[in-house]
């Protein structure tokens, strides 16, 4: 068997007990630990007779990276998606597709609040490249409440080759650049659209920013002169959100 990945925190936990229950092999709970919150997490874990047991609470810190809350399964290995999974994911998607790109993101904080917030704009997937990015464990897992559990994380082998096939399949290429000339509230992103945010700090790869259609930048009126990248995401994804809502209502 392959070794067991540990997830921590209750809603990751959750997510997986009700999404994924086939993966986890054991669920574990601080010695002592007795609330609603975790008797929601042994009673899923009893539908699917997963085993239950008990750890003292400094082993399960040992354990986890970050904060366990009382709780930590071991799982079978993340699953990662496929740059041939796209296809599928956008023969399957009833409205226009919208993607996340994020090119170079290597902090798993970042990534994991990313794809919380993707999940909540109801974004199809989140794109990365295989190198230099982060990838899926424990902390992304804990930071992303559950949404790494929902939506597709497709690490691609060459972005720039990735974003030419979705260009060729319809879809707009939107990339983040704080010296674009054209504001994001003026960009259209109602039709078929992947959205590109750049790494911490760098900003998009001068290959990735060749491919975009679309250049656009967040306005910025104080001392400041960007944003965190997951809180970046979030005016973005959620803009597209408003546009489409509209288009909708209208």
């Not at 009893?46 to 003292?56: E, F, L, N, T, W």
């Not at 910025?220 to 979030?234: I, K, Y």
Request: contains cysteine; aromatic residues 4%.
């Amino acid at each position: 068997m392959s070794q067991l990945e540990r997830i921590y925190g209750v809603h990751a936990v959750e997510a997986l007990l009700r999404h994924h229950p086939k993966r986890v092999k054991q669920l574990w709970l601080a010695a002592g630990r007795q609330d609603p919150r975790v008797q929601v997490l042994v009673d899923l874990a009893g539908q699917q007779r997963i085993a239950v047991g008990q750890k003292d609470r400094r082993e399960l810190d040992e354990w986890a990276e970050g904060v366990h809350q009382g709780v930590v399964a071991e799982v079978s290995p993340s699953q990662v998606w496929g740059e041939n999974m796209l296809d599928e994911l956008l023969d399957r998607a009833t409205a226009p597709p919208l993607l996340l790109v994020l090119d170079g993101v290597t902090d798993p904080h970042n990534l994991g609040a990313c794809m919380r917030t993707a999940d909540a704009a109801g974004a199809h997937a989140v794109i990365v490249p295989k190198d230099k990015s982060a990838t899926l464990n424990a902390t992304v897992r804990k930071v992303a409440c559950g949404a790494a559990e929902v939506i597709p994380l497709v690490a691609v082998t060459n972005l720039a080759r990735t974003l030419e096939k979705l260009q060729q399949r319809g879809l707009w290429i939107v990339g983040t650049a704080g010296e674009a000339e054209q504001e994001l509230y003026q960009q259209d992103m109602t039709g078929p659209t992947v959205l590109v945010m750049g790494a911490e700090g760098k900003g998009m790869r001068r290959l990735t920013r060749e491919h975009c259609d679309y250049l656009v930048k967040l306005p910025m009126a104080g001392s400041v002169s960007s944003l965190n990248v997951s809180v970046a995401t979030g005016v973005c994804l959620f803009e597209a959100v408003r546009q489409r809502q509209g288009k909708t209502a209208g």
